[in-house]
DNA sequence: GCAAGGACGTA
DNA sequence: GTACGTCCTTGCA
């Protein structure tokens, strides 16, 4: 018999210092240490042929927990660190693999692997047998037997030593300068750090085996100390004797495990292909199956890849297409699999980043070029850096750069200040404060670092920083974002670096408003003193990093990669790019609306006071209630949740039905006054010096269905509803030579719930081409399309809306001012003519209840917390929310889609245009004049194509694209 | 100076 | 009935 015990848990260790970092291609999943961990098992098996081939072979693990060694002294290995969080995912692999290659994987708790090796190997020797353990563990070195029946191989590579290393009896005497018998002696004398094994203090391995050679033991010298003529080594010996005694049986290897399996279930046998090749393909180890594949004689394409170590599937889910569901199932499967590698590794980075503790006092301040290349250096070595640009404000397109700050590791962190003033209080600002790099040398330096494709930069909120950093002609390749990564998982739920520190980090977040005050007397980040900029700057890159630790992971063990990767990362780009072309807005225009509005308001509101009788704030809600339903008398107001009268727009309309004139007047004086304030008069404050534009910022974080949000100003709410509204579209202006288009999506929303509901007739109808709401009423009311009144396609139009938001018969008899009770009949007539309508609300409902979120057909998730909330109101509103959030979210996600592409296409087809804006289902571009028929077709394609190959609709999607020179009749 | 509420602009 | 952002008033610190 040829037992080979091989010693797993310190091969998985030096791997993992030894090998570079590998991660599985779908889910990044690290597996570099199992890949080790195959390939050293094949070649084992491989090299011990002929006179050496083992007969038998195990191979064995430390269990997780603590050993009988700990019950009697409790330091021993309490220094050891916690396993490296990408290793531990690795751990259970390992012993996948071995049983993949159809070998005994053993690991017992309470007993190191040592001990079971230690055991077995008395066994094998015992019965005549012949052992040899893989390890180059010198603990295992007390276990060689100068008969050759137990031999150590060392198989780790070193540079310039042979592949395999015997280590007999003359290997153990040079290590330890003893034969195997008084390894153990010796290690109780000098003991052993990593392991915090005490030994004596003083006493190094020579000196021990000095000792116990000339003593013959350990009991007989520590008897015999006092013999010794050295004084300082007699009462070393004399003070530490129990220690010593300690040591040994620490160190000592129990022979008497009481082992499961006999040695003869360790008999070897013939490597299965049905076991070997699912788990090689669920690793995704290309080469190892291919190389296994041949010499097997077996063709690994024919087995699958092992479904309970597999990535996630990261395909998206939709409602009516059974492979899909089926797909869903799966990955919920997977997702609540707590023992799954991927979710195992993202607890463990989670765990192991929550206990790194924090050392601002580590921060370093760059002040000159060899601070910063050293940094630059550690971003190389890292392969990766995080880091945040600071700036004298929030809008990134008029915000000067005033520093930069990096992270390599949680922990670390530097700040390169760049843009500093000196001296407060003075009206010019003072000049640049001392110890700072020149701007452009700095830049220079980082340029190649940040448009390094090989060096990830890790960002929170990248968009902000890369249109700033564009600014400054640095251009950025291969990033990664905190922000997005946190919006792919949980939503909106957490937006700020704050809320996620103190969420995932368990630490207050930063407050900016500490270091540049608020209201009148806030300062800008170019006015804190460099120490302070420096610690805050410093921290935000360290609390980045760490938080990427901990979110990356993340996105395989939930499913989100795709989403991340395909979606949100790439857009955050094309959005940079669009805020800063801004968009040509004609102040004159805006000028001449403004008079005219402020004319008639002022003649309204005159109107207005001789109405009522008196002058009062037009303004105030409150004091119009009071004049209306108190002072007036006016029959059915209603009151808001606060007890205030309510005045509405609604409210005032229906008043100005049953003749009061001052209602009309209202309405009409805030339609005037709400277009001035919100646009005519505040636009203008937003023209960019620099560029002469309207620079809008917008939120990819912000909306819980995936729709992006417009702010500073918004540019997704300038009116179109009313005449004198859509005026203020026709300030928003080509350049010269330019020519603005506008396409957008026909009833996207409509398209995407029949695909998702699967309703024949609606995707008939748009197969068709009709017209929608005509073609719902007909079918509902019995009421042909040629001829209809338009009061019935209005009532239909307000049903298939109402369809999308999740209707109810409340909100429907209050939109179409009919009673509660016909707005039912026409909800059950509805549900009637599209009987698939009901199962898709039914099944959202459901979902949301069981999951806690419901998901666009693009795979992003929208979470509702209180899906089982007890209130019931809060209840009915997830519901109808659950109804309509897939439904938008995935028209947003389409949209979303087109914008990534839309560039890389126009380029191809050699269409010079750009992408301004985006209102949801449309998109604003400005080309030059007399390009534009070119351009439309292309742009039709893009957002027409934007769902595929990802989703095959079955529905056609249309858009419609028109080219003028202001937006207003650009629509 | 700030937060909340009401109102209203968009898809 | 869904999803947003902004302006203005009000009330409190």
């Known amino acids: 018999m040829h037992l080979l015990l091989v010693d797993g848990s310190g091969y998985i260790f030096r791997a993992f210092h030894a090998l ?50 700990d019950d009697f002294y409790a330091e021993y290995k309490a220094h050891r660190p916690p396993a490296p969080p990408e290793l531990v995912p690795q751990f259970p692999l390992t012993r996948a693999a071995t049983r993949a290659y159809n070998i005994e994987s053993i690991e017992m708790e309470g007993w190191e692997a040592d001990d079971i090796i230690a055991t077995y190997a008395c066994q094998a020797r015992a019965a005549g047998g012949k052992v040899t353990i893989v390890s180059s563990d010198k603990d295992l070195m007390q276990l060689v037997e100068p008969d050759g029946s137990i031999r150590l191989l060392d198989t780790i590579p070193r540079p310039g030593q042979p592949p395999l290393r015997w280590i007999g009896v003359e290997e153990v005497l040079n290590k330890f300068g003893v034969t195997p018998d008084k390894v153990i002696d010796v290690q109780a004398l000098c003991g052993d750090s990593v392991d915090n094994v005490p030994g004596v203090p003083g006493i190094g391995v020579k000196t021990a085996a000095e000792l116990i050679n000339t003593y013959g033991n350990l009991e007989t010298l520590l008897e015999r ?91 998206p889910v939709g409602f009516n297409n059974e492979a899909r569901a089926e797909a869903r199932a799966a990955r919920q499967e997977a997702e609540g699999r707590a023992g799954s590698p991927v979710v195992l590794h993202a607890a463990a980075m989670h765990e192991a980043t929550k206990a790194i503790p924090w050392t601002p006092e580590n921060y370093e301040i760059i002040r000159d070029a060899a601070h910063l290349q ?54 010019f600002g003072g000049g640049k404060a001392e110890g700072q790099m020149d701007t452009r040398q700095a830049l220079d330096m980082l340029r190649p670092l940040f448009a390094d494709r090989s060096i990830l930069k890790i960002f929170h909120n990248a968009k902000y920083d890369l249109g700033l950093l564009a600014r400054y002609d640095v251009a950025v390749n291969s990033y990664d974002d905190t922000l997005l990564l946190s919006y792919s998982l949980d939503g909106p739920q957490f937006n700020t670096m704050s809320e996620l520190a103190d969420h995932w980090l368990g630490v207050p977040g930063q407050s900016i408003k500490d270091l540049i005050g608020t209201g009148k007397g806030q300062k800008t980040f170019a006015q804190v003193d460099i120490p302070a900029a420096a610690r805050y700057a410093a921290e935000d890159s360290d609390m980045t990093l760490r938080l990427w630790r901990i979110l990356k992971p993340r996105l395989a063990a939930e499913g989100m990669t795709t989403l991340y990767e395909t979606i949100e990362r790439p857009l955050a780009p094309v959005l940079a790019r669009m805020e800063g072309r801004g968009i040509s807005v004609d102040r004159q225009i805006l000028a001449r609306l403004s008079g005219d509005f402020s004319q008639r308001a002022a003649a309204l509101e005159a109107e207005a006071y001789e109405l009522a009788g008196s002058n009062f704030n037009l303004g105030s809600p409150k004091q119009l209630g009071e004049i209306l339903f108190d002072r007036m008398g006016l029959e059915g107001g209603t009151k808001t949740k606060t007890g205030a009268w309510s005045t509405g727009a609604d409210v005032l309309e229906d008043l100005a039905a049953k003749g009061v ?177 009901k199962d898709y609300m039914d099944e959202q409902r459901r979902r949301v209840k069981i999951d806690g979120y419901v998901m666009t057909l693009f795979g992003r998730k929208i979470n509702f917390p209180n899906a089982n909330s007890s209130h019931a109101a809060e209840r009915s509103f997830v519901e109808r929310a659950s109804i309509n959030a897939p439904i938008q979210g995935t028209a947003a996600d389409i949209i979303r889609r087109a914008m990534i592409r839309m560039e890389p296409e126009l380029q191809k087809a050699g269409i010079e245009a750009d992408m301004l804006l985006q209102v949801h289902d449309e998109l604003i571009f400005e080309v030059p004049q007399g390009t534009e028929n070119d351009a439309m077709p292309v742009i039709k394609r893009v957002m027409e194509g934007a769902a595929e190959p990802a989703v095959r609709l079955n529905v056609p999607i249309q858009v419609d694209a028109h080219a003028a020179h202001n937006w207003d009749e650009a629509h």
């Open 374 to 427: 050293r940094w630059i250096d550690m971003a190389y070595r890292e392969g990766l850096v995080a880091t945040d640009a600071e700036s004298t404000g929030l809008d990134n397109q008029t915000a000067d750069l005033v520093g930069i700050s990096f992270a390599t590791q949680p922990g670390n962190g530097a700040y390169l200040p760049l843009g500093h003033t000196q001296g407060e209080g003075d009206i």
């Open 225 to 315: 100390a006092g013999e010794i003529k050295q004084n300082a080594r007699r009462e070393k010996l004399i003070a530490n004797a129990e220690l010593a005694r300690i040591s040994k049986r620490l160190v000592t290897l129990e022979q008497k495990v009481p082992v499961e399996l006999e040695l003869s279930a360790l008999a070897r046998q013939p490597v299965e292909p049905g076991k070997l090749f699912p788990f090689l393909k669920a690793m995704e180890f290309v080469t190892i199956s291919k190389r296994l594949g041949g010499l097997l004689n077996a063709d690994p394409e024919a087995w699958e890849a092992d479904p309970a170590l597999a990535a996630a599937p990261a395909s």
């Open 20 to 69: 570079p970092p590998l991660n599985r291609k779908s889910d990044g999943l690290p597996v570099g240490c199992v890949q080790g961990f195959c390939n050293m098992l094949w070649k084992l098996m491989e090299d011990l042929k002929g006179e050496d081939e083992p007969t038998h072979m195990a191979v064995i693990f430390d269990a997780k927990g603590k050993t009988f060694r």
């Open 661 to 837: 004139p001052l209602a009309r007047t209202i309405v009409d004086w805030r339609q005037l006054t709400k277009l001035m304030g919100t646009y005519t008069n505040a636009l203008p404050e937003y023209m960019n010096a620099r560029t002469g534009r309207v620079h809008t910022t917008y939120s990819q974080h912000s909306v819980l269905t995936g729709r992006l949000s417009s702010n500073d100003p918004n540019l997704q709410n300038i009116p179109v509803r009313t005449e004198d509204g859509r005026k203020i579209r026709t300030a928003f202006v080509a350049a010269p030579g330019k020519i603005l288009i506008s396409a957008d999506y026909s009833q996207i929303e409509l398209r995407v719930l029949a695909h998702i509901a699967d309703i024949q007739a609606l995707k008939d109808a748009f197969e068709e081409g009709l017209d929608i709401h005509a073609m719902t009423a007909s079918e509902m009311f019995g009421v042909p399309v040629e001829g209809m009144p338009s009061d019935v396609r209005r009532r239909a139009k307000a049903i298939n809306f109402g369809i999308i938001y999740g209707i109810s018969a409340f909100g429907l008899a209050n939109q179409l001012g009919i009673e509660r009770s016909v707005a039912g009949d026409y909800i059950k007539t509805y549900f009637e003519r599209f009987p698939g309508i």
